[in-house]
Structure formats: structure tokens, C-alpha cells
């Protein structure tokens, strides 16, 4: 039920609130009196369009205001799923009307002008010669022809509702195994492909854990491959290497060998490791070369541990497709 109406500065309004009555309730006036600016105003605060030149001469906003008191239980029920509850049995819709906008608010929370009016219609329908709100809504129309069944019709009403969802379940499941003959040809290319590739690799049981056994074998490789590397420049010919450290050792003796027996002797002394540096050094290169052509390997079994996996999810895919 509508209590009370309340307007401020709006149109012709200066400020104005009626209250109205359980029953039927006039309202009359002289032609321009301000009747038809009061309906129009209960239209706005339930979300109507409203301009800015509604707003009072002189006047910065104008407001609105409704008081209902809603006591039927399908009605509250119908708030409650909208989280809207009554504040002492009453429900307060109000708007504020500015040049700039507008703002709407249901006890006293802003909410968008289409929440207003679908509030709104459970409170209160406007008819007028050539304004009825209610009955051009489909939803509606169907509102008010399941409520005309009872119980009855709304039981078989959420029976026919839970079949129609199960139906829905089971279409939409069968729909989902189904494709157009341009999707089902694309399938088949893909498909036939895969086949090529799993007949060309020629895969055997126990490929896979043998492949990776091996995989495993080499990486472990990998630092001893760097141990090798740091080794070859600390013993070899680089800058400060130990080859290149006896090198410029010897070479320093050898100036002085002829006028020197002492560096005669600490030169021929110096030759013997010398030599085994060189020889250490041949066999590690060697050694570095024959690792890092097992890198090489490596590289190649990761490709084709790859091309494994590939083929392994394809025909996985290929399972789940048939």
C-alpha cells in the first residue's frame, strides 16, 4: 500500500505531501491545480525518464519521495531476492533530481533506475486512458495467468520447470558431440595426419622409459663437461694458464742459461713438467671434444623425447575423439 506521496520543487510544486488512505482516494482540482504533476511524479520516483527542466524555477534540485508499507508475503518474498527488506514495515522510494543527474534510492541505498522499476512493480500499477504499465509486459501477462491456476497450476508449473532443465542438460550434452561436415572433414585431416606420424615413428613398448634412462645418463655429463673446460684453461696456453707459465719461465732461464750453470739447471729441471703440462693438456682437449660431442647427442635425444611427448598427447587426443 501507498502511504504517503511527498514532492519538493518540482514543475509548479513548491512543496507538497499527501497521504493516502486505505480504500479509494481523490484527488481534485481546478484545471493546472498541479493533479497530473503529482501522478507524473510518482512515475519518476519509480524510474521513469525525467528531465532537468522539471526541476522549479529558481531552484537548484527537486525530490521525491514514496512511502509504502508491503504486507503481502509474495510480495516480501519478491524483495528479499533483491536483498531489499522494510525498515520498521515500511519501504521508502525516493529520487533526487539535479541539471546534472539524477540518483534513485530504496530506503535510503542507491540503485540503478531499471532495479527502481522492477521494485517498483510489485508495489504499484499506474492506469490511465492511455497508460497502463503492467499488462504490455509479456512477463507480466504470464504473472498474472499462473496466478490465476493456484496451486495447482504453479506445482505443475515447477514440474514442467525441472524437466524442461533436465532436457536442457541432455540437449546441450548431445549438441556438444555434434559438428558441421566442414568441422568433422578438419577433424579427419588432423586426425589422418597423426596416424602418418605415430606409423612413421615406429614406436616400440618401453621406448619412452628407455629415452629418458638415457636422457638422465647424459645430463648428468654436463658438469663434468665444465670441470673439463676449467681445467684445459688453468693447465693450458691461455693467459696464466700453467702452460703458459712455464713457457715464459722457461723462456726467461734460457736467456740466462749459457752465463748462468745455476739457470742451466733449473732450466732442464723445469722442461720435464713442462712437457707433461703440454701432454695433459692434448688428452683433455680430446677428452672435452669427445663430451662435447656427446652434447650433441644430448641435444638430439631431447628433440626426439620431445617429438615422443607430441605424439603421446596426440594419441591421447585421439582417444577422447573417438
Not at 525525467?50 to 503481502?72: D, G, Q
Not at 696456453?237 to 734460457?254: I, M, P, Q, T, V
Not at 672435452?288 to 623425447?305: A, F, G, P, T
Request: glycine share 4%.
Amino acid at each position: 500500500m501507498l502511504d504517503s506521496l511527498y514532492v519538493k520543487n518540482l514543475a509548479l510544486i513548491d512543496e507538497e505531501e499527501v497521504t493516502f488512505t486505505e480504500g479509494l482516494n481523490v484527488l481534485s482540482g481546478e484545471t493546472g491545480a498541479g493533479k497530473s504533476i503529482l501522478i507524473g511524479s510518482v512515475l519518476i520516483a519509480l524510474g521513469a525518464k525525467v528531465h532537468k527542466e522539471m526541476i522549479r524555477a529558481n531552484e537548484k534540485e527537486a525530490y521525491i519521495e514514496l512511502i509504502f508499507s508491503p504486507t503481502h508475503p509474495a510480495v516480501l518474498e519478491k524483495l528479499r531476492e533483491y536483498d531489499i527488506e522494510p525498515e520498521d514495515g515500511q519501504l521508502i522510494i525516493s529520487k533526487k533530481i539535479t541539471a546534472s543527474k539524477s540518483v534513485s534510492k530504496i530506503n535510503k541505498e542507491a540503485y540503478p533506475a531499471s532495479k527502481v522499476r522492477e521494485v517498483a512493480s510489485l508495489l504499484l500499477d499506474v492506469h490511465g486512458q492511455h497508460d497502463h504499465q503492467a499488462l504490455i509486459h509479456q512477463h507480466k501477462q504470464l504473472e498474472i495467468v499462473d496466478r490465476s491456476g493456484g496451486k495447482k497450476l504453479k506445482e505443475a508449473k515447477e514440474q514442467t520447470a525441472q524437466y524442461y532443465r533436465v532436457w536442457k542438460q541432455y540437449k546441450d550434452e548431445l549438441d556438444s558431440y555434434s559438428v558441421d561436415e566442414d568441422e568433422r572433414l578438419r577433424r579427419m585431416d588432423i586426425l589422418c595426419y597423426e596416424l602418418d606420424e605415430l606409423k612413421e615413428a615406429s614406436i616400440t613398448p618401453g621406448e619412452e622409459a628407455r629415452l629418458s634412462k638415457e636422457w638422465k645418463r647424459l645430463s648428468e655429463r654436463e658438469h663434468i663437461i665444465t670441470a673439463y673446460q676449467e681445467l684445459t684453461s688453468l693447465l693450458g696456453y691461455e693467459s696464466n694458464g700453467a702452460c703458459d707459465l712455464c713457457g715464459r719461465a722457461e723462456h726467461a732461464l734460457k736467456g740466462i742459461s749459457d752465463a748462468d750453470e745455476e739457470a742451466q739447471s733449473l732450466y732442464d729441471q723445469l722442461r720435464m713438467p713442462s712437457q707433461l703440462f703440454m701432454i695433459s693438456v692434448v688428452k683433455l682437449q680430446n677428452v672435452l671434444m669427445q663430451c662435447r660431442m656427446r652434447s650433441l647427442i644430448q641435444q638430439r635425444l631431447k628433440n626426439v623425447l620431445i617429438k615422443f611427448v607430441i605424439l603421446c598427447r596426440n594419441i591421447a587426443v585421439m582417444r577422447k575423439d573417438c
